[in-house]
T-cell receptor, first 111, second 113 residues
Framework: TQLLEQSPQFLSIQEGENLTVYCNSS?????LQWYRQEPGEGPVLLVT?????EVKKLKRLTFQFGDARKDSSLHITAAQPGDTGLYLC???????????FGSGTQLTVLP | DVKVTQSSRYLVKRTGEKVFLECVQD?????MFWYRQDPGLGLRLIYF???????EKGDIPEGYSVSREKKERFSLILESASTNQTSMYLC????????????FGDGTRLSIL
């Protein structure tokens, strides 16, 4: 069974602060996907990183895939209240593109 | 846009009942998945299917079964519901090729009394 450890579980910060969320595993994944989930809705993909060492930017969000494709991070610069939500990392593996999810990071950005 | 539709948003059932959760996708995806989501545990894979009538156990299949008679529909069955199956259930689908995202339904919040 693949495991993906995500930290921190909860994060409450002031508007304008920076933050980083981490996902770590001992397993190698074919890709690492980051999702965001709003209350009452299913997760929605933010980004997919595929190559070891890859960095992708989505406005104020920066995603990085570790060189060995076992870990990833999400960095948010100058967080805004609209960034509030549950962030989930997921490692892709298997022929059916199964995902193993981290436990999630509940982010609250206070105005 | 991809649409994954789960038949119920909220469901309340009694211990011992047989419960059916239905999921339909409209994008001709080969792969479909059922997860349960519990606070602090993220999403855990129950079962998945990569083709009609094909199914594979995920990480927590005990107490569940699935059915995929048509490509667009994937059903999750709780054979004899128990209180520890109270949870949010999420269905997802995706194509086989490439590093495609999974597209999720909005979930069914199931309470077993």
């Amino acid at each position: 069974t693949q495991l993906l450890e995500q930290s921190p579980q909860f994060l409450s910060i002031q508007e304008g602060e920076n933050l980083t969320v981490y996902c770590n595993s001992s397993s190698v994944f074919s890709s690492l996907q980051w999702y965001r989930q709003e209350p009452g809705e299913g997760p929605v993909l933010l980004v997919t990183v595929v190559t070891g060492g890859e960095v992708k930017k989505l406005k104020r969000l920066t995603f990085q895939f570790g060189d060995a494709r076992k870990d990833s991070s999400l960095h948010i610069t100058a967080a805004q209240p609209g960034d509030t939500g549950l962030y989930l990392c997921a490692g892709e593996h298997g022929s059916a593109r199964q995902l193993t999810f981290g436990s999630g990071t509940q982010l609250t950005v206070l105005p | 846009d991809v649409k994954v539709t789960q038949s119920s948003r909220y469901l309340v059932k009694r211990t011992g009942e047989k419960v059916f959760l239905e999921c339909v996708q409209d994008m001709d995806h080969e792969n479909m998945f059922w997860y349960r989501q519990d606070p602090g545990l993220g999403l855990r894979l129950i079962y998945f299917s990569y083709d009609v009538k094909m199914k594979e156990k995920g990480d927590i299949p005990e107490g569940y079964s699935v059915s995929r008679e048509k490509k667009e529909r994937f059903s999750l069955i709780l054979e004899s519901a128990s209180t520890n199956q109270t949870s949010m259930y999420l269905c997802a689908s995706t194509w086989t090729g490439g590093h495609q995202p999974q597209h999720f339904g909005d979930g069914t919040r199931l309470s077993i009394l």
